[in-house]
Each structure stands twice: as C-alpha cells, then as structure tokens.
C-alpha cells in the first residue's frame, strides 16, 4: 500500500478554483447573450454559438490533455492549458473593443479558451485520485467539493456576468483571463503533485491497456458518458430557454434576470455537495442516486414547455431538475475517478469529460432551434430520454467493483 499524500485546505481551494472559473469562462455568458446579439447585430443561433465553439474546441481536446497529463503529470497540463484560457480572453474582450465586426475574433478567442479548458478541470479528476491515493470515501467526498465548486459557479455566473456586462458589455471576456490568472497562481503555490515512481507508459502500450479497460469495463463506463452527455445537454438548454423566457416573457434584465437564473443554479449547487458527502464511495448507492435523479427529470421536465407565463411554477419545475443533475454529476465523477486504473486515470476521466462537453456544446444552439416551433415536442423527448438512459443504467452499470490497491 502506498503512502497517502496529505492534502491541505489551500490545495483543495486551488483544485476547486480551476472548475469554478472554466465554468464562469461559459455559463456568465448565457445570461448576456441577448445583450450580445443586440451589440453585435447578430442572431440567437450565433450568440448560442460563443457557447458552442468554446465546448467544442474542448470536446476534441480533451482525452489529448488526459494522455499528456498521464505522460508528463497533471500539474504540467493544467498550467499552460489555464494561461491559453487567459489569452483567449483577453483577445475576445480586445476584439469587442477595438474591431467593429468582432463576431469571428470573438468565435477564435473563444475556441482558444476551450483548448485552454480541455487541459484544465478534466484533470482535476485524476489528480484527486492521486492525491487521496485509496481512500475512496475522501476522494469521494474532494470530487463532491470540486463538483460543487463547478455548479457554484453556474450559481454565481449569471448574476456575475449580468452585473460586469451592465458596466461594459465586452466585460465578461476580459475577466475571464483575470479568473485564470488567479487559478495560475493558486495553482503554482499549492498544488503539491506526488511524485511519480512509475516510469511513463509507451503509446502503442498505452493505447493497448485502453483498449482493454473499454472492453473489459466499455458497457458500464459508455453508459456514464452517455449520462453525462444528457445532464449537461439538458442544464444548458434549459439556461438557454430560461435565459430567453426571462427577458422576453417577464421583462427579466441585467442582474434581476441574473438572480432569477441563480435559483435553480444553488439548487443544484446544494444537490452537488449533499451527494458528494453521501456517496462515499459506494458504487450501489451511486447507482441508485443516478436512477432517481433521471425519474426526477423524467417527471418533471415535461411540464417546464407550459409553464413559460407561470415564474413560480416554472422555478420550481427548473429546480427539480436542476437538483437532479446536481445529484448526478458528483455520482459519475467518483463513479470514474475510483474505479479506474491510475495509469489510465487521466484519460478515461478526460473521454468522460469531454463528452459532458458534447451536452454542453449541443444545448444552446438545439434550444434556439427548437425554441421556435418545437418547444413542447422537445420537453417531451427529454423526458423519455430519461427513462431510456435510466433502463440503460439499470442493466449496465453492474460489476462495478470498488477500486482496490491492485488498481492503483
């Protein structure tokens, strides 16, 4: 048995910091896209896409960061990966100020932020399964920080964001690269990485045991990312149209609208760290939290396409669902991160991170399409996805057996 690494307050603080400024670097955004599509002339679709670019750039990434952050360290990767974040703000803040058709430098400096963000919170997850080493109900309960400092920050964007767009609209993409600058330092003076006594796994042998862990795990882990993908599809499309219907239905703007946004965003929150405290590493229970989440969701996404004229209702419709995928995201996390072997850790974690990623790209453009004349339909089709992917987590997420010290 290896010795457990000590894990200080400062070093979780900094780890949790990383997931909480790539997720401002998004979600403050959402809330100001109207205001972006009268600034820059544009339409729904396209302001939907300074969401979109930034995820996909993330998407393909990823699992690249996840193998490098196996090869040569975690701390290696997250560095460089939040200062690429930085310039990609500053140019789409400088690009808004200065050009007088901004929208494609805008778009660049996105996708460089997402470059940026595929090295930086995906890792996190392995590197807290270095840090705790076996002690799974500490990892357990770190992933439920971490996720929590994730959906913190979705609690805290819209009215951050609503607030420095009301100064100066273009704000919100220069203080993203002033967030990542803080993370570089956190980072650089508190994270203190294990050292590495395995000599760096070959490619063609890396990619071999890969292969293995797919086949000999593929049906349950498949499932997960298939999970992942829809809670952040759904979270993102729903901000999208809540976004949309507060500003256009209740006349919601700047940071009323970024508060009424935040309810079902600290929901969410509070859902995060209540599991990540409760799983403890118990795969069953882990099971079970994700069969009751997505019965929540199916049950009650259907109503929010009627309910656009009734703000009470349609905030508590949007928080049962926001306490779902809160519930979800922490259980997926240590679901990965402890049953996974280390040398493949950074990049199994990195697969299911960028396919969180896919949900998070494809919800604000699907929403703005579907907004128009298919807005019940689509309520509909995400609720029996629900009970689709829940039949899938039935029978698969099976023979998951608790991370032991062979593993790791």
């Known amino acids: 048995m290896q010795k ?12 949790a910091s990383i997931p909480l400024i790539m997720t401002l670097g998004n979600s403050m955004l959402i809330p100001v896209l109207p205001l972006f599509e009268k600034e820059l002339d544009i339409s729904s679709f396209q302001s939907s896409m300074i969401i979109t670019s930034y995820s996909v750039a993330s998407i393909f990434l990823i699992p690249v ?27 789409a803040g400088y690009a808004s100020w200065k050009i007088n058709d901004p929208f494609i430098w805008i778009i660049i400096g996105r996708i460089i932020q997402g470059i940026g963000a595929a090295g930086a919170t995906p890792i996190i997850l392995p590197l807290v399964g270095d840090l705790y080493n076996e002690d799974n109900e500490k990892t357990s309960s ?29 704000l919100p993409f ?154 979800i995201l922490p259980t997926l996390d240590a679901l990965i991160t402890e049953n996974v072997e280390k040398e493949e850790k950074g990049t199994i974690t990195s697969f299911y991170s960028a396919s969180r990623f896919i949900g998070v790209a494809a919800g604000p453009p699907i929403m703005s399409i579907v907004m128009k004349k298919h807005l019940i339909v689509s309520f509909y089709v995400s609720g029996i996805l629900a009970i689709i992917i829940g039949i899938l987590v039935f029978f698969f997420i099976r023979n998951v057996k608790p991370k032991t010290s062979s593993l790791w």
Not at 68 to 88: E, H, N, Q, W, Y
Not at 142 to 170: D, H, M, R
Request: a positive charge.
């Open 142 to 170: 770190c992933l439920g920080i971490i996720e929590t400092s994730n959906t913190f920050g979705k609690v805290l964007s819209p009215v951050l964001g609503s607030i420095l767009a009301a100064i100066i609209w273009y």
């Open 4 to 15: 457990q690494h000590k894990v200080s307050a400062w070093c979780i603080i900094s780890m």
């Open 65 to 91: 960061a996840g193998y490098l952050s196996d090869v040569i360290g975690r701390k290696m990767v997250i560095l460089p990966s939040l200062c690429l974040a930085l310039v990609g703000g500053l140019m």
């Open 174 to 327: 220069f203080s993203i690269s002033i967030f990542s600058l803080i993370s570089i330092l956190l980072v650089l003076i508190f994270i203190k990485v294990p050292k590495k006594k395995e000599k760096s796994v070959k490619f063609n042998i890396f990619v071999r045991k890969t292969k293995k862990v797919f086949t000999e795990k593929g049906k349950w882990l498949h499932t997960t990312f298939v999970v992942g993908i829809y809670a952040m599809l759904i979270l993102f499309g729903i901000l999208f149209f809540l976004s949309d219907i507060f500003e256009k239905v209740h006349d919601f703007k700047g940071v009323t609208k970024g508060l009424y946004l935040a309810i079902p965003l600290f929901i969410l929150c509070v859902a995060s760290f209540v599991t990540g405290k409760l799983i403890k590493g118990n795969v069953e229970i882990m099971k079970k939290v994700i069969l009751f989440s997505l019965a929540l969701i199916a049950s009650s996404i259907i109503f929010i396409g009627y309910l656009s004229d009734k703000l009470l209702l349609l905030l508590i419709v949007s928080s049962l669902v926001g306490a779902s995928i809160g519930a």
